[in-house]
């Protein structure tokens, strides 16, 4: 079970690695825990298909319910458990349990039971709690009953064995089994070292499904697998040892041919079940292994990974909430090892069209000097990825404090800007080399400040101006010569970042400072033009439109003003948008232009501002009628992709193939529809399992719905045999009259083209005539 920091692979086993997504594994869904909300993933397309949303604290547990897998628990430290129908994403009940929980176990043997893992004077213990039968959505259930008392917080290290006969619990030093039967536990302890040094603390447990085994990773790498375990002085254990440092997750498949184990060597191991000297092995899997899971029909695994960013950077689509794929930094094997530094990427910016990043990464030893490496990476059209293009080694002598490209779209050359604790801060300019293929990035401008440390550098809009501000310093240089044009100061408080104004704003420069203010100077008067208190975390310019985001932080909380430089009263303002700091900001363009015509988010119709907490949540701002449409397309994703492979299914998607070829004919017969079909239909098809009406009445409706009435269908006969006479009695008429009434053939062409003319009876009984001919001989003529 993770939060959002956390990242998912999907394994398919016959395979090999299939799908990297962010967790229960419910064949075609993924179901994980990411901050205050349970994310529901399709494991097929990989879009988010549901925010399953109403906790008010961390998600701490997802668990499917035994007697129902279309549903799922989660539980909160908000001291709630819910009840979801997830693929609807509609919160079917909520439990008031009063206590921070911290994880959620449930079997099939135990209806209607729960069992939490709540705090309990000075540590934690394992409850039951029956759930009351209520029809009301919001249900207390504060009746607990103790089954395990010092247990451990971990989610891995407790199990259930055997269907929900026993429950196996992990913690320190001691393995705990309580047999429900008997209501007896046994306790099996172990020395803290073995007798060659390891660790024996218990990290993670696992139950096999059929057997009575039980495996246990530990903190020295080693699995043991316990059995005759409900004999305390019968017990016995095998050793299994691949790991070379803690266990972190053990799995079994579903039917228990294979245990599941991964750790810190970011190594997916499969062991055989009885013949573990049989293993397999899914290596580079970028980041600690933190959790596994298997779906139910053990088609798919899934790992957790403690984090994926130290040496590479996500490529995420903010739009599809989706990873698109990783770009290996780096380029070095991540070595596992205790005590080792390992390079770290700290730093990233793009350029203003997108085809150009630039990367910084370090390596602090304690015996050594820093190691740090500027890279460069061009865009590739064809792979849809980036490529190395140019490395430099120790760009600056210390670390680097920002780094910022040139932003002008229509500028001849590219440029990279640095700032460096080395006191200096450089110019990179991309041009041809003489002895490289194509061009590449050199040095162009080294400057300094009265030997102050530069901490931030912007450009303007145009690309004409450079702003680095040297602690309570702004400098502002030209590129085209690198003089320095003038200086600006402000009250005692060292700059913490700096942003040009956009469009009609470009001749403002803001900056904030570490005595929390934020300034804006106008560069025409070279003055400070205003002023205000306030501390502001982050500061950014939207490239699309004159506003400008100021992040606030506060009684540990965030407040938003949007405001435009040149006037005084924001354009927008929110408090406590969100808990901690914001890190991280950007103003993302949008594909098309919202037409807001409320005051209060007209400043998002040209871009969606998007921004990322201290705890690692990504937040945005959207209109009520994105919000309407998301809702949309979201139900059409579940609707398409949780209708099971049944020949139900399949003889329904054959009538509806059908019914579409037939629309999109046009000439084909049009067909009478049931009575009562679509109704029930959409009864079974559209409406949430929890409130739909009984089962005997939806089966009556249904049945009803395919019988044919046998009073509609004497009435057609009889309607055929008078037609059948009239047309004889017109064949023995001498007279030709014009009829008042058209024939049924006459009526159907009438639907097919409603331009004909109508046909009197002697040209009717002439074209039925003259269709009965055999007209065979013409094929004859025309192979000749």
Same mark, same amino acid.
């Given at each position: 079970?993770?939060?959002?920091?956390?990242?998912?692979?999907?394994?398919?086993?016959?395979?090999?690695? !299939?799908? =990297?997504?962010?967790?229960?594994?419910?064949?075609?869904?993924?179901?994980?825990?990411?901050?205050?909300?349970?994310?529901?993933?399709?494991?097929?397309?990989?879009?988010?298909?549901?925010?399953?949303?109403?906790?008010?604290?961390?998600?701490?547990?997802?668990?499917?319910?035994?007697?129902?897998?279309? $549903?799922?628990?989660?539980?909160?430290?908000?001291?709630?458990?819910?009840?979801?129908?997830?693929?609807?994403?509609?919160?079917? *009940?909520?439990?008031?349990?009063?206590?921070?929980?911290?994880?959620?176990?449930?079997?099939?043997?135990?209806?209607?039971?729960?069992?939490?893992?709540?705090?309990? $004077?000075?540590?934690?213990?394992?409850?039951?709690?029956?759930? /009351?039968?209520?029809?009301?959505?919001?249900?207390?259930?504060?009746?607990?009953?103790?089954?395990?008392?010092?247990?451990s917080s971990n989610p891995a290290a407790i199990v259930f064995g055997r269907g929900g006969?026993?429950?196996?619990?992990?913690?320190?030093?001691?393995?705990?089994?309580?047999?429900?039967? *008997?209501?007896?536990?046994?306790?099996?302890?172990?020395?803290?070292?073995?007798?060659?040094?390891? *660790?024996?603390?218990?990290?993670?447990?696992?139950?096999?499904?059929?057997?009575?085994?039980?495996?246990?990773?530990?903190?020295?790498?080693?699995?043991?697998?316990?059995?005759?375990?409900?004999?305390?002085?019968?017990?016995?254990?095998?050793?299994?040892?691949?790991?070379?440092?803690?266990?972190?997750?053990?799995?079994?498949?579903?039917?228990?041919?294979?245990?599941?184990?991964?750790?810190?060597?970011?190594?997916?191991?499969?062991? &055989?079940?009885?013949?573990?000297? $049989? &293993?397999?092995?899914? /290596?580079?899997?970028?980041?600690?292994? %933190?959790?596994?899971?298997?779906?139910?029909?053990?088609?798919?695994?899934?790992?957790?990974?403690?984090?994926?960013? !130290?040496?590479?950077?996500?490529?995420?689509?903010?739009?599809?909430?989706?990873?698109?794929?990783?770009?290996?930094? @780096?380029?070095?094997?991540?070595?596992?090892?205790?005590?080792?530094?390992?390079?770290?990427?700290?730093?990233?910016?793009?350029?203003?069209?997108?085809?150009?990043?630039?990367?910084?990464?370090?390596?602090?030893?304690?015996?050594?000097?820093?190691?740090?490496?500027?890279?460069?990476?061009?865009?590739?059209?064809?792979?849809?990825?980036? @490529?190395?293009?140019?490395?430099?080694?120790?760009?600056?002598?210390?670390?680097?404090?920002? =780094?910022?490209?040139?932003?002008?779209?229509?500028?001849?050359?590219?440029?990279?800007?640095?700032?460096?604790? +080395?006191?200096?801060?450089?110019?990179?300019?991309?041009?041809?080399?003489?002895?490289?293929?194509?061009?590449?990035?050199?040095?162009?401008?080294?400057?300094?400040?009265?030997?102050?440390?530069?901490?931030?550098?912007?450009?303007?809009?145009?690309?004409?101006?450079?702003? @680095?501000?040297?602690?309570?310093?702004?400098?502002?240089?030209?590129?085209?010569?690198?003089?320095?044009?003038?200086?600006?100061?402000?009250?005692?408080?060292?700059?913490?970042?700096?942003?040009?104004? &956009?469009?009609?704003?470009? !001749?403002?420069?803001?900056?904030?400072?570490?005595?929390?203010?934020?300034?804006?100077?106008?560069?025409?008067?070279?003055?400070?033009?205003?002023?205000?208190?306030?501390?502001?975390?982050?500061?950014?310019? +939207?490239?699309?439109?004159?506003?400008?985001? #100021?992040?606030?932080?506060? #009684?540990?909380?965030?407040?938003?003003?949007?405001?435009?430089?040149?006037?005084?009263?924001?354009?927008?303002?929110?408090k406590e948008v969100c808990s901690g700091k914001v890190t991280r900001a950007v103003f993302?363009?949008?594909?098309?232009?919202?037409?807001?015509?409320?005051?209060?988010?007209?400043?998002?119709?040209?871009?969606?501002?998007?921004?990322?907490?201290?705890?690692?949540?990504?937040?945005?701002?959207?209109?009520?009628?994105?919000?309407?449409?998301?809702?949309?397309?979201? !139900?059409?994703?579940?609707?398409?992709?949780?209708?099971?492979?049944? /020949?139900?299914?399949?003889?329904?998607?054959?009538?509806?193939? $059908?019914?579409?070829?037939?629309?999109?004919?046009?000439?084909?017969?049009?067909? %009478?529809?049931?009575?009562?079909?679509?109704?029930?239909?959409?009864?079974?098809?559209q409406t949430p399992a929890h409130v739909l009406p009984s089962t005997s009445y939806l089966?009556?409706?249904?049945?009803?719905?395919?019988?044919?009435?046998?009073?509609?269908?004497?009435?057609?006969?009889?309607?055929?045999?008078?037609?059948?006479?009239?047309?004889?009695?017109?064949?023995?008429?001498?007279?030709?009259?014009?009829?008042?009434?058209?024939?049924?053939?006459?009526?159907?062409?009438?639907?097919?083209?409603?331009?004909?003319?109508?046909?009197?009876?002697?040209? #009717?009984?002439?074209?039925?005539?003259?269709? *009965?001919?055999?007209?065979?001989?013409?094929?004859?003529?025309?192979?000749?």
């Amino acid at each position: 079970l993770v939060n959002s920091t956390y990242e998912l692979v999907l394994y398919c086993p016959s395979t090999k690695l !299939k799908r =990297m997504k962010k967790g229960v594994c419910c064949c075609r869904f993924l179901l994980c825990a990411s901050g205050e909300c349970v994310k529901v993933f399709s494991t097929s397309t990989e879009e988010c298909i549901h925010d399953l949303r109403g906790h008010t604290e961390l998600v701490t547990g997802v668990l499917l319910r035994p007697s129902n897998h279309l $549903q799922v628990y989660s539980c909160s430290a908000d001291g709630t458990v819910r009840l979801w129908d997830f693929t609807d994403g509609i919160l079917i *009940k909520t439990y008031v349990i009063g206590y921070p929980i911290y994880s959620i176990y449930a079997s099939a043997n135990h209806e209607g039971v729960i069992f939490l893992v709540t705090p309990a $004077q000075k540590m934690f213990q394992l409850v039951a709690v029956q759930l /009351p039968q209520s029809g009301d959505q919001l249900v207390e259930a504060r009746e607990l009953s103790a089954v395990l008392s010092d247990v451990s917080s971990n989610p891995a290290a407790i199990v259930f064995g055997r269907g929900g006969e026993y429950i196996a619990s992990a913690n320190g030093l001691q393995l705990e089994v309580y047999f429900f039967k *008997k209501q007896k536990a046994y306790r099996f302890p172990l020395k803290e070292d073995n007798k060659k040094g390891g *660790k024996n603390t218990f990290m993670c447990v696992a139950c096999h499904p059929k057997d009575d085994c039980i495996a246990t990773g530990h903190e020295d790498g080693k699995i043991r697998l316990w059995r005759n375990f409900n004999h305390k002085k019968e017990y016995t254990y095998s050793t299994l040892h691949w790991h070379h440092s803690a266990v972190s997750s053990l799995c079994f498949t579903p039917e228990g041919t294979n245990l599941l184990s991964g750790g810190i060597e970011s190594v997916l191991v499969q062991w &055989r079940y009885n013949q573990e000297s $049989q &293993r397999d092995f899914l /290596p580079r899997l970028g980041a600690a292994i %933190t959790h596994i899971a298997v779906s139910p029909d053990g088609a798919l695994f899934c790992t957790s990974h403690s984090d994926n960013s !130290k040496d590479k950077n996500k490529f995420y689509s903010l739009q599809r909430d989706k990873l698109l794929y990783n770009l290996d930094i @780096v380029q070095q094997e991540y070595i596992h090892e205790s005590g080792l530094q390992q390079f770290e990427v700290v730093k990233a910016a793009f350029n203003a069209s997108g085809n150009w990043l630039a990367t910084v990464e370090e390596r602090k030893q304690k015996a050594a000097e820093l190691e740090l490496n500027l890279k460069l990476w061009a865009y590739d059209e064809q792979t849809q990825s980036f @490529v190395l293009n140019t490395t430099i080694s120790a760009p600056h002598e210390a670390q680097i404090t920002a =780094m910022c490209f040139c932003h002008a779209a229509d500028s001849q050359t590219t440029m990279l800007a640095s700032t460096s604790k +080395d006191g200096h801060f450089k110019a990179w300019q991309l041009a041809a080399q003489a002895h490289t293929e194509g061009p590449s990035w050199s040095c162009d401008f080294v400057g300094a400040y009265h030997d102050l440390v530069p901490e931030c550098c912007c450009f303007s809009a145009d690309g004409s101006l450079l702003a @680095v501000s040297f602690q309570e310093v702004v400098t502002v240089w030209s590129p085209a010569s690198w003089e320095l044009l003038t200086t600006l100061s402000q009250p005692p408080g060292a700059i913490r970042d700096l942003c040009f104004g &956009r469009l009609s704003c470009s !001749k403002y420069l803001l900056g904030t400072s570490a005595n929390n203010l934020l300034c804006c100077w106008n560069l025409l008067t070279c003055s400070l033009e205003w002023s205000t208190s306030m501390d502001v975390s982050l500061l950014l310019a +939207d490239p699309l439109s004159e506003n400008m985001a #100021a992040f606030c932080c506060q #009684a540990g909380c965030t407040d938003l003003f949007v405001f435009k430089p040149s006037e005084p009263r924001p354009l927008f303002s929110r408090k406590e948008v969100c808990s901690g700091k914001v890190t991280r900001a950007v103003f993302a363009p949008r594909e098309e232009m919202l037409e807001s015509c409320e005051e209060s988010s007209q400043w998002l119709n040209h871009s969606q501002l998007y921004f990322l907490t201290q705890y690692m949540d990504l937040m945005t701002f959207t209109t009520k009628a994105e919000e309407d449409r998301l809702m949309a397309s979201s !139900k059409q994703l579940v609707i398409d992709d949780s209708v099971a492979m049944t /020949p139900f299914y399949l003889l329904l998607g054959k009538h509806r193939q $059908q019914e579409n070829q037939d629309s999109l004919g046009g000439m084909s017969a049009e067909r %009478t529809p049931l009575p009562q079909g679509s109704v029930a239909i959409r009864e079974l098809l559209q409406t949430p399992a929890h409130v739909l009406p009984s089962t005997s009445y939806l089966c009556s409706m249904f049945v009803q719905s395919l019988l044919i009435s046998v009073t509609d269908t004497r009435e057609e006969n009889k309607h055929t045999e008078e037609e059948m006479e009239s047309e004889k009695e017109e064949e023995d008429s001498e007279g030709e009259m014009e009829s008042s009434t058209r024939p049924k053939e006459s009526l159907e062409s009438e639907a097919t083209e409603s331009a004909a003319p109508a046909l009197t009876k002697a040209q #009717a009984r002439e074209l039925r005539r003259v269709k *009965k001919l055999d007209h065979s001989w013409l094929a004859g003529l025309l192979d000749s």
